[in-house]
């Protein structure tokens, strides 16, 4: 499907998802009062601590890069965040915003494959910590609720088992072999397959640090807390009863589920899903829908000061690596 379809489809599933939860759901004079009474300071707040973690989703970024001894400035990686964040919520997958901050950095000195295969770790190890947290959420869910379905347990390790046991498995001998093997076939094959060949290489050098890989799993982890303490704060600005527990126990589940790029930046989605596991902790659905769209709101606000670094052409390729 052309890339533009896929965009127009994404839209047009935000907007059926949002007109059924708005018409089967949610009590509109309920939400309006809400929104009237809203209280700004903590909606400020919540802006200020999604823009804290978009600067800590580029530290852990260049974290990797510098690993591999390769030069990457704060404030190019934090540019080459915010464009690719800000892009990724319009293009038709998260692949297309990964491909940009790559596109973004690739220089002579900065192999494309390299920054490739860190781009590729980060989501790895991002998708374990956001694993982890989920099955912690489930387990502090299962004292507050006795609604919670048994099957959500054995997904949600499911995943967390594939997930760790396929980053494992891709620095094990058998990868290193396997890297070997293809590299071979690949160098005779063709520009594309040598380019595929280096990456799987550069990827595979990772696990010669260790030290990092950790911290970065450790950052990712704690990292999490991020969209916990913004459902708190967007709770406390629309007077919604929600205690920090309550959000803990909720919204890592709600944010693995959200993964899927299946609407406009989750919207119709990640609502749905608030309305469905929210009300598990005592919120009602229209509590639950504000709670959800006024997060998802201030996620693509973090992302608007890209839009001068993309008005003035910070999207274009290097010209180093243009051709």
Same mark, same amino acid.
């Given at each position: 499907?052309?890339?533009?379809?896929?965009?127009?489809?994404?839209?047009?599933?935000?907007?059926g998802l949002l007109t059924i939860l708005l018409i089967f759901?949610?009590?509109?004079? @309920?939400?309006?009062?809400?929104?009237?009474?809203?209280?700004?300071?903590?909606?400020?707040? %919540?802006?200020?601590?999604?823009?804290a973690d978009r600067f800590l989703m580029a530290y852990k970024w260049r974290l990797l890069v510098l690993a591999r001894g390769l030069p990457l400035g704060w404030a190019e990686a934090l540019k080459a965040y915010y464009l690719a964040s800000f892009a990724g919520c319009f293009l038709p997958t998260t692949l297309g915003a990964d491909a940009l901050r790559v596109?973004?950095?690739?220089?002579? @000195?900065?192999?494309?494959?390299?920054m490739a295969a860190s781009v590729l770790l980060e989501r790895?190890?991002?998708?374990?910590?956001? #694993?982890?947290?989920?099955?912690?959420?489930?387990?502090?869910?299962?004292?507050?609720?006795?609604?919670?379905?048994?099957?959500?347990?054995v997904w949600s390790l499911a995943i967390l088992a594939g997930a760790a046991g396929a980053v494992?498995?891709?620095?094990?001998? %058998?990868?290193?072999?396997?890297?070997?093997?293809?590299?071979?076939?690949m160098l005779e094959r063709g520009r594309?397959?040598?380019?595929?060949?280096?990456?799987?290489?550069?990827?595979h050098e990772y696990r010669r640090h260790r030290g990092v890989l950790a911290w970065f799993l450790l950052l990712s982890f704690l990292e999490q807390a991020a969209p916990i303490v913004g459902n708190w704060l967007a709770a406390q600005a629309l007077n919604i009863p929600l205690s920090l527990i309550q959000a803990a126990a909720v919204t890592p589940v709600v944010f693995l589920l959200a993964r899927l790029p299946v609407s406009?930046?989750?919207? /119709?989605?990640?609502? /749905?899903?608030?309305? #469905?596991?929210?009300?598990?902790?005592?919120?009602d659905f229209t509590q639950a829908f504000l709670l959800g769209l006024v997060t998802n709101l201030a996620a693509l606000a973090s992302a608007l000061p890209a839009v001068p670094w993309y008005l003035t052409g910070g999207? #274009?390729?290097p010209p180093e690596v243009q051709k």
């Open positions: 499907m052309h890339k533009t379809a896929k965009t127009w489809l994404r839209g047009a599933v935000s907007a759901f949610v009590d509109l004079g @309920q939400a309006w009062r809400a929104l009237l009474g809203c209280r700004w300071q903590y909606l400020l707040l %919540l802006l200020a601590w999604s823009t596109g973004l950095v690739a220089q002579p @000195q900065r192999p494309s494959e390299v790895a190890l991002g998708f374990v910590a956001a #694993a982890l947290a989920a099955v912690i959420g489930l387990v502090l869910l299962t004292g507050l609720t006795t609604r919670l379905p048994r099957e959500f347990f494992i498995i891709s620095f094990s001998a %058998l990868a290193g072999r396997l890297h070997q093997r293809l590299e071979q076939h594309l397959l040598a380019w595929l060949s280096r990456f799987i290489k550069a990827y406009f930046s989750s919207f /119709g989605v990640l609502e /749905g899903l608030y309305v #469905a596991l929210f009300s598990l902790v005592g919120l999207c #274009a390729a």
